[in-house]
């Protein structure tokens, strides 16, 4: 395993995984209603989901390693993806997390809402078009893939549960937030930098 590459994979999902998107807002409106307990079973939902849905782009990975220029092709294209994503961090504004609905939310909700997650399927066509060689070629090497994602990526969604509307303040404070974004954004344009770059 290359180390580098292994860092650069770190610097995209905690990005990727703590920035605002479906799972994180929705666990944090989730948790400011119903508390942090509550909200477990909603977030193991979301965790199974996102990890079955990593696997099976992973699968899908595995029939392509072997064309080279398509592979190349999706690097690229994955570096751009990333750079915009970190443009757009770099540039947004506050994201509020408030919420009518009141409903408990389970383990199912949170499997199911990954189908339609839009961030999940970027995250996961990213990271396996850019390291999904980093454990070795095959299926093997994409469950490990999946689950140092999952290892890294889970307690997102927890500390948006745990911090709720806490977190959602300090996002709406202009100040905090363009350093916060800032520095969130530019860590995503440098990773796309090292993607792109020849290794």
């Not at 996002?171 to 344009?189: C, H, Q, V, W």
């Not at 440098?190 to 290794?199: C, E, G, K, M, S």
Request: hydrophobic share 55%; glycine share 12%.
């Amino acid at each position: 395993m290359n180390e580098a590459d292994f860092v650069a994979l770190l610097v995209f999902i905690l990005p990727m995984c703590f920035t605002p998107g479906p799972n994180n807002l929705l666990c944090a409106a989730h948790g400011s209603q119903h508390g942090f307990r509550a909200t477990i079973p909603l977030s193991l939902g979301m965790f199974a989901g996102w990890s079955l849905l990593g696997v099976a782009v992973g699968v899908g990975t595995v029939f392509i390693e072997e064309n080279e220029a398509l592979f190349l092709g999706l690097t690229y294209i994955g570096a751009a993806y990333i750079a915009y994503l970190g443009w757009k961090v770099a540039t947004s504004k506050p994201e509020s997390v408030d919420a009518e609905d009141t409903e408990r939310l389970g383990f199912l909700t949170g499997l199911t809402l990954q189908v339609v997650n839009g961030k999940a399927w970027i995250h996961f066509l990213v990271i396996m078009a850019s390291w999904s060689t980093l454990f070795g070629t095959g299926f093997g090497g994409k469950v490990i893939l999946v689950a140092v994602n999952g290892i890294f990526g889970y307690p997102a969604v927890l500390t948006w549960a745990a911090f709720g509307m806490g977190l959602s303040k300090i996002f709406s404070t202009p100040e905090k937030a363009r350093i916060l974004n800032g520095a969130l954004g530019f860590s995503l344009i440098l990773v796309a930098i090292w993607v792109a770059l020849p290794h």
